[in-house]
């Protein structure tokens, strides 16, 4: 079976550009997350979406940031314009269903570098 | 609030010696809790979870950890440390719906020969 996939896997850009992330996650998987993990820290969960509809977003800072998941499948996170602290690797992952005794499973991530 | 801590930055132990990780949380409801591991390059993996029942949880890699309510926290232990065990290990904590999911900051463990 074939895991979470991410790309790209690197990512440098300067402040103001804007950047976006692709994520595929496992066939058949409804629920989709994407964190971000500020070196030093752990994730931090962005949004959820189930299928292609936002579960949760309360943590996704909206002025810059923005996600979709079109067709219920793969996603696109989206930053414009970055910032210098939006550096951080971009995890994304997925689970069968919603709630908390679903197993996620984790892509390698996007490391993001704005200069 | 709702939060998770690893009070301990980083951890070195000798390979073959025995290992315990701390973890701390605050949360309003039944917390729904997990470790996982993060290897250099690596995604995160889910070693283990607790939900409820036995307070004393078996993952992969032998790993356990074990819940107790009175001091809020969800420890791992290894009985005997590998090299391969050198990463670092994040706790964390969830409601049954996922509204919300939080990790710690992690601890990294080194392994000396």
């Known amino acids: 079976e074939a895991g979470v996939a991410q790309s790209p896997r690197y990512k440098i850009i300067e402040k103001r550009q804007s950047v976006a992330f692709w994520c595929n996650p496992i066939?058949?998987?409804?629920?989709l997350y994407w964190y971000q993990q500020i070196l030093g820290q752990g994730p931090k969960l962005l949004i959820q979406?189930?299928?292609?509809?936002?579960?949760?977003d309360s943590q996704l800072p909206k002025d810059r940031f923005s996600a979709e998941r079109l067709k219920g499948v793969d996603s696109t996170l989206k930053i414009q314009p970055a910032k210098l602290e939006d550096s951080a690797v971009y995890l994304c992952a997925s689970s069968l269903e919603r709630g908390s005794q679903e197993t996620q499973y984790f892509g390698p991530g996007t490391r993001l570098l704005v200069l | 609030a709702q939060s998770v801590t690893q009070p301990d930055i980083h951890i070195t132990v000798s390979e073959g010696a025995s290992l315990e990780l701390r973890c701390n949380y605050s949360?309003?409801?039944?917390?729904?809790l997990f470790w996982y591991v993060q290897s250099p390059g690596q995604g995160l993996q889910l070693l283990l979870k607790?939900?409820?029942?036995?307070?004393l949880v078996q993952g992969i890699k032998g790993f356990e950890a074990e819940f107790k309510r009175s001091q809020s926290s969800f420890n791992l232990r290894k009985p005997s440390v590998h090299w391969s065990d050198a990463a670092e290990y994040f706790c964390?904590?969830?409601?049954?719906?996922?509204?919300?999911?939080?990790f710690g900051s992690g601890t990294k463990l080194n392994v000396k020969p």
């Open positions: 979406f189930q299928n292609n509809g936002v579960v949760d």
């Open positions: 607790y939900f409820s029942g036995d307070t």
């Open positions: 964390a904590v969830g409601a049954y719906n996922f509204n919300k999911f939080y």
């Open positions: 949360y309003g409801a039944t917390p729904y």
């Open positions: 066939s058949g998987h409804a629920t």
